[in-house]
């Protein structure tokens, strides 16, 4: 019974605490935090995803649907709208894998074909095969200077082959590429590495000096 007392009189303290005290709202990491928690590990990836994108870091975005595609529990919903997306950021301005899009787009189709991104994968598709052509058209040209030829590489997602090429000439990427590299783990901010190094700005606004990771301390 003194429980129940208690209780009671908690309860009716604190009817009488929200009658008079003033409302505030939650702040924005509350609700934030309190409606990540509530995702589906599915939602949860879409949605790291786009913060990842948002924050200028495509290349680890790719990263977390690729992990996301490894959960066993995934529907073929599910799965057909991650390959769908991570084509979309493949193909993207800083997305730097073409090829890797192609794959993407026509998995949805080949595999997918009920889903319901399937008929917007068969169009990007389209897309992605006509700027994969155009590329590699790009590259066979004997005018093409070795600029080209390492951009049109990489944007393609041969990216072994044109870090081949930017080594053995001595050529200096933008510094969009640049991120991209370090963001997929080809260079690293790590002091000791040798190598030579590259002057780049992160989407953090920080200045650093990159070099590949696997040169030797």
């Known amino acids: 019974m003194v429980r129940i007392f208690l209780a009671g009189a908690a309860s009716t303290i604190m009817i009488a605490a929200c009658a008079t005290a003033p409302t505030t709202a939650p702040t924005t990491t509350d609700v934030t935090e309190v ?9 949860r990836a879409l949605t790291t995803a786009d ?3 948002a924050a200028g870091n495509t290349s680890i975005a790719i990263d977390r649907l690729t992990q996301e595609l490894g959960n066993d ?10 390959h769908f997306e991570r084509g979309k950021l493949r193909l993207s301005e800083d997305g730097y894998d073409v090829f890797g899009a192609v794959e993407d787009f026509d998995t949805v189709v080949s595999s997918y074909p009920t889903a319901t991104v399937a008929t917007e994968a068969g169009t990007l598709l389209a897309t992605a095969r006509g700027e994969a052509t155009s ?40 510094n969009d ?16 590495l040798t190598g030579p190094a590259y002057g780049a700005t ?16």
């Open 51 to 53: 913060d990842l994108v």
């Open 177 to 192: 590429i640049l991120v991209a590299m370090y963001q997929i783990g080809y260079l690293c901010e790590a002091e000791g």
């Open 73 to 82: 529990t995934l529907t073929p919903e599910q799965r057909a709208i991650l």
């Open 35 to 43: 409606v990540f928690e509530d995702l589906s590990d599915f939602d």
């Open 135 to 174: 590329l590699n058209f790009l590259i066979e040209q004997p005018e093409t200077s070795r600029s080209q030829r390492f951009e049109a590489l990489f944007r393609l997602g041969e990216h072994q082959e044109a870090i081949d090429l930017m080594l053995s000439t001595n050529l200096q990427p933008e």
């Open 202 to 217: 992160l989407p953090d606004g920080m200045r650093e000096q990159l070099r590949f990771c696997d040169f030797g301390k």
